[in-house]
């Protein structure tokens, strides 16, 4: 795998007892782009971004994610049933059940790729500020003792922790609302809010799914800036499933069409404009959408 | 208070019929007939009584919510209001005062203390100390043990037999009783808390039972049903006794004061006040820390909390393994102040009443605990004639508390932080 | 390996293997609709127990002898009044919280199970009650290696658990409120959406579940005779590994995992050591949400992100 490719798929297969969600699904994300991934409802979106975040465990395929200086196969995190091969290395044997053990969907985070959520998931009934803290776990000083007796290095690591968190605060426009809870926050507070407390995690990558649902004009053209904003001055590749063509079209260097679970275009938003596989997709609801 | 519309009596009436004739269907055979052998005695009394007091119940109850204020009420409790808010970052508790002088007045009391008061607060700490362990597994990582007083048990058969077997003493129990508690707790953590979060409470209310029947049923190892004794504590190797069983010394003679028969439970009491400071500490620590935040998060959102890098299972194991401890350590007091342990101290109801306490003092703070631990250990020895209706009591208490302030068990008023402009280039 | 005591306990694994499983249809109904351990059913089982004890009296009082009109009357006097003590406690203890935290259902459910064993003890006493037995006689097979004995009384509970379970089975397969039942377990706010009254239906589930324990109740009360207010704590954690076995949700599974628990835990009894066969079914318990969390018959489960 080439450097400049950050996420690559291949032949993503989900069933769900006898649903064959994905089929065969294949694309490259390129380091530091904007990537788009569309298609109709129930087309298998939110499967692929679950299956690339680690929250379902793919039938078959590979999905490596080469980020944060080192490559991951994201499936072997997640602890998969034991294979033949497993029983005659003992190394690989311990691996997997090292990875059945304490493998699971948070590796994927630690490997460097964020995400957030259709339907929003905050910690309702904490403050903003301690969402964006929690979100830090994995940077801030978890000994059990510095924290009892407050010493020196854990303070700082919690001031730096909050500095992070501030900062993210004023790049999503939520200093003011530090100490609100997060339930509090309207609508569209609660999406970015939840854009900020992802990027705390620090990642390279990051997973939107349809940021801009539920959003009006402005806030979805603030919304496009900030993506932007992440891809130049954070060094961030950003993936994200919109149903807004007009945003999508103006943001994305790449884009893929998903349909039924397979791959029916990919490329340039030009290109992807004038597919006529993909206007058949949309079934018509294109010339509004797309234009 | 004046109603906007009036009061539907004929509702309230069919809601008071349907009462009675649920009351009398349910309370009827059970309260009425009592069994004796294979015969039984009539007492219609008993359910006349009960079916009157369902109804003039239902009755207050169906006429209250057709008020205002009432109306107010079901729609707060059905839109399940949170209540919760954050504080000001210079807010500053009126606890800070407070603290001091209850600290004041506990290094006071064992001076004027009869045994039998001293032997109550002992208790009453030592339910503090449950209570303070299960409100992190409960109230903050919001995993349901019903199998706590498990923990509880193998602290307390942790020095019994620790003694017996190894010649542990009090001392050395304190530490070795948190570890197996916590280690009991990992083993029987791990593989069930990876499940969905419901099952924990199962298997926990299993374990609770599994280890009151193996200590009731390993005769040669715990002595079953009989129990076991319990040493006397030591301090510094001095014991308390009126003379000196291991060949140590008596306290009274080494510092050459009058033998008070009273100097073990004061010398119990000293500890355990402040191990219950340091539990408090540190728990008032946790909430504030990574890790405390961590389990409120998982609390709120597991799902979230995975995507944010966090592991879940780890996480919610080191809550319910520190709780473990919490219970180890409370064991480890309770078989030194009994003097002796076995089984029956370790039912489930002893599960049920720390449960209560954590419900009931929940109330987000942890000064609800202290006072619910107080209030539900020491009311049966104030109202004896109580005692055949304690566990009624605590399960009506659980359910009026669910129905009514369910968001007891959540920390009501979070840290606020001071705010930090111009970070961001 | 045929011998005696073996087919003895495989009898009596059978015995208490369908007890089991129709106490653990009213957990698994019930946490497939609601998705919620309803902690006091098992002891609305013992509150069966009880009222199955009363019926009896009270009816022999009254002048039945005769044992099919004795236990058709003591079966639906009973049925019908823990029917009704499922429909109460759902309706003022879980209702209430269906739009609460998670944790609250729960809680409030063991605070229901305190309430009934409480109430039980201070309205009947402590001590352990008991029936006579109400059906003489069985089999007996001699052969080489020892005897089996099949009483009467155990083939009517088979028998009689096996009825309640197919006429269950037919109620959620062929009737209207079998197919609400199975749509609001699917999808509750579509189901409702449809015009489902899901409140009305989760009702029914619980007045199912209580039917079933109290078929239970009759069944063994006939069988061992005595219980106490205690009865329903220890068989309700078999019951829920029974539902967990078979897979939760899932109506033959809870059928299929009481069977194969009973057997298992009889034979344990009776091959290793009786005093531990508790912890053994609690070991069960543990090893299959390791190693097999959606039981025999379940789903797999998906978290829904």
């Known amino acids: 795998m080439s450097d400049d490719i950050i996420l690559s798929v291949e032949h993503l297969m989900m069933h769900f007892g006898g649903i064959k969600a994905l089929s065969d699904v294949n694309l490259k994300v390129k380091r530091n782009s904007i990537f788009a991934l569309i298609g109709p409802n129930g087309a298998g979106k939110t499967t692929v971004f679950n299956c690339l975040t680690g929250f379902y465990r793919a039938t078959a395929g590979n999905i490596h994610l080469n980020a944060k200086g080192g490559e991951v196969n994201v499936l072997r995190l997640l602890g998969g049933p034991f294979e033949g091969p497993d029983f005659v290395s003992p190394s690989r044997f311990a691996s997997r059940v090292y990875y059945k053990m304490f493998g699971g969907t948070h590796l994927v985070n630690r490997a460097g790729m964020a995400r957030t959520f259709q339907n929003i998931r905050l910690f309702k009934e904490m403050s903003v500020v301690e969402n964006l803290l929690v979100a830090q776990h994995m940077w801030v000083n978890r000994n059990l003792l510095a924290g009892i007796f407050n010493t020196k290095g854990y303070r700082k690591a919690e001031g730096s922790a909050l500095d992070t968190a501030f900062y993210w605060l004023e790049v999503v426009d939520l200093v003011d609302s530090a100490n609100r809870l997060a339930g509090e926050l309207s609508y569209g507070q609660q999406r970015r809010l939840e854009i900020a407390r992802a990027m705390c995690t620090r990642p390279q990558i990051i997973c939107l799914d349809e940021p801009a649902a539920g959003l009006n004009p402005q806030e979805t053209e603030a919304l496009s800036g900030m993506i932007r904003h992440l891809r130049d001055h954070h060094d961030m590749t950003v993936v994200l499933i919109e149903h807004d063509m007009g945003m999508v079209m103006s943001i994305s260097d790449d884009i893929v069409v998903l349909d039924h679970g397979n791959v029916i275009a990919a490329g340039k938003p030009e290109a992807i404009r004038n597919d006529p596989k993909v206007i058949a997709a949309y079934l018509g609801a294109d010339e509004e959408e797309v234009a | ?425 | 390996m045929m011998d005696g005591i073996f087919l003895q306990q495989m009898i009596n694994g059978l015995t208490l293997g369908s007890v089991y499983g129709l106490i653990a249809i009213g957990y698994t109904m019930v946490y497939g609709i609601i998705g919620m351990i309803n902690f006091a059913h098992g002891d609305v089982y013992m509150v069966s127990c009880y009222l199955a004890a009363i019926g009896l009296a009270v009816l022999s009082y009254f002048g039945l002898e005769s044992f099919p009109f004795l236990i058709l009357g003591t079966l639906i006097f009973t049925i019908v009044v823990t029917a009704v003590y499922g429909l109460v406690i759902e309706r003022v203890a879980y209702k209430p919280l269906r739009n609460s935290t998670r944790l609250a259902p729960l809680i409030s459910a063991i605070g229901i199970s305190l309430i009934l064993q409480n109430y039980v003890q201070i309205a009947q006493g402590s001590r352990q009650q008991g029936v006579p037995t109400l059906l003489e006689g069985g089999w007996r097979f001699d052969f080489a290696k020892g005897f089996v004995q099949i009483s009467f009384t155990k083939l009517f509970i088979i028998i009689a658990a096996f009825v309640g379970m197919a006429v269950l089975t037919y109620i959620i397969k062929y009737t209207k409120l079998g197919r609400m039942c199975r749509a609001t377990q699917q999808d509750r706010k579509m189901a409702s959406i449809l015009g489902i009254n899901t409140d009305r239906v989760i009702s029914y589930v619980f007045i199912i579940g209580a039917a079933m324990a109290a078929l239970a109740g009759v069944l063994v009360t006939m069988n061992y005779g005595t219980f106490d207010f205690y009865a329903g704590f220890i068989i309700g954690i078999k019951a829920f590994t029974a539902a967990v076995l078979g897979g939760i949700g899932s109506l033959p599974g809870a059928m299929l995992g009481g069977l194969i628990l009973g057997v298992a835990e009889s034979q344990f009894s009776g091959l290793v050591n009786s005093d531990y066969k508790d912890v053994f079914s609690f070991g069960l318990l543990v090893l299959i949400l390791i190693f097999r969390p959606q039981g025999l018959l379940g789903r797999p489960l998906v978290t829904k992100v």
Not at chain 2, 164 to 184: C, D, N, V
Not at chain 2, 297 to 321: P, Q, W, Y
Not at chain 2, 338 to 363: D, H, K, R, W
């Open chain 2, 1 to 425: 208070m004046a109603t906007s519309t009036p009061i539907d009596f004929k509702k309230v009436a069919i809601d008071v019929v349907v009462a009675a004739l649920m009351a009398l269907i349910v309370f009827g055979p059970i309260v009425g007939v009592v069994l004796d052998g294979y015969s039984f005695n009539l007492q219609p009394s008993r359910v006349a009584w009960m079916v009157l007091a369902v109804m003039v119940g239902r009755g207050v109850l169906s006429v209250f919510l057709q008020t205002p204020r009432g109306a107010a009420m079901l729609h707060g409790l059905e839109s399940g209001g949170a209540g919760v808010h954050v504080r000001q970052p210079d807010y500053k508790s009126r606890l800070r005062w407070i603290i001091p002088l209850l600290i004041v007045v506990a290094l006071v009391f064992p001076v004027f203390a009869s045994k039998y008061l001293l032997v109550v607060v002992i208790g009453g700490l030592i339910y503090v100390l449950l209570g303070l362990g299960l409100n992190i597994v409960v109230g903050l990582a919001g995993l349901l043990d019903l199998g706590y007083v498990a923990f509880y048990a193998i602290g307390a058969y942790g020095l019994a037999l620790g003694y017996q077997y190894l010649g542990l003493g009090f001392w050395s129990a304190i530490p070795l009783a948190a570890i197996a508690a916590a280690l009991a707790g990992c083993i029987l953590g791990f593989p069930v808390l990876r499940m969905h979060g419901d099952y924990l409470a199962i298997v926990t209310l299993g374990f609770g039972e599994i280890i009151r029947l193996v200590l009731n049923n390993w005769l040669d190892f715990t002595g079953g049903p009989n129990g076991v004794p319990v040493p006397s504590p030591t301090f510094l190797g001095l014991e308390f006794g009126r003379r000196a069983k291991d060949g140590g010394v008596p306290i009274h003679e080494f510092f050459g004061f009058e033998y008070n028969a009273n100097a073990k439970f004061i010398f119990l009491y000293a500890v355990l006040f402040l191990i219950v400071l340091l539990v408090l500490y540190v728990k008032h620590r946790l909430t504030r820390m990574p890790v405390g935040r961590a389990w409120e998060a998982l609390r709120e959102d597991e799902i979230a909390c995975r995507a944010m890098g966090l592991n879940h299972v780890l996480v919610k194991l080191s809550a319910f393994t520190l709780g473990a401890s919490t219970a180890g350590i409370a064991g480890v007091f309770f078989a030194s102040y009994q003097g002796f342990v076995n089984p029956t101290s370790f039912t489930f109801f002893e599960s049920a009443l720390i449960l209560a306490i954590v419900v009931l003092g929940g109330m987000g703070s942890t000064v609800g605990v202290v006072i619910a631990a107080f209030v539900l250990s020491t009311a049966p020895e104030l109202l004896r004639s109580f005692a055949d209706y304690r566990v009624l009591l605590f399960g009506m208490l659980m359910v009026l508390m669910m129905i009514w302030r369910p968001r007891g068990l959540i920390r009501v008023s979070r840290t606020g932080v001071a705010l930090r402009k111009g970070v961001a280039p």
